[in-house]
Nanobody, 123 residues
Framework: QVQLVESGGGLVQAGGSLRLSCAAS????????IGWFRQAPGKEREFVAA????????AYADSVKGRFTISRKYSGNTVYLQMNSANPEDTAVYYC????????????????WGQGTQVTVSS
């Protein structure tokens, strides 16, 4: 089992920045990738960004490319999502997830999920 705890959510004004953290614990040696997803009210959960645990390769959704940055702190198994130039469309509950394989990083097929952290961007 892998446990994931998100933090750093909150209220930010449009154009502002926020940094989310995802702390992974437990059997993290089984982890091949960590992804960030979000779900806005009335909408389906969607992919935001992912980082491959072994080679560091990264993928972003087109909607956040150039504004969000995913990174990893190797000691302590923490993954960050730096959100810059936030806009109201970024308002959602943000989840991090862990995957035991390197395929399908942009899909919802992850093995472990955190509880989520709310991000609200005011206009």
């Amino acid at each position: 089992q892998v446990q994931l705890v998100e933090s750093g959510g909150g209220l930010v004004q449009a154009g502002g920045s926020l940094r989310l953290s995802c702390a992974a614990s437990g059997r993290t040696y089984n982890t091949c990738a960590i992804g960030w997803f979000r779900q806005a009210p009335g909408k389906e959960r969607e992919f935001v960004a992912a980082i491959n645990w072994s080679d560091g390769s990264i993928a972003y959704a087109d909607s956040v490319k150039g504004r969000f940055t995913i990174s990893r702190k190797y000691s302590g198994n923490t993954v960050y999502l730096q959100m810059n130039s936030a806009n109201p469309e970024d308002t959602a509950v943000y989840y991090c997830a862990a995957k035991k394989s390197n395929s399908g990083l942009t899909t919802l097929e992850y093995d472990y999920w955190g509880q989520g952290t709310q991000v609200t961007v005011s206009s």
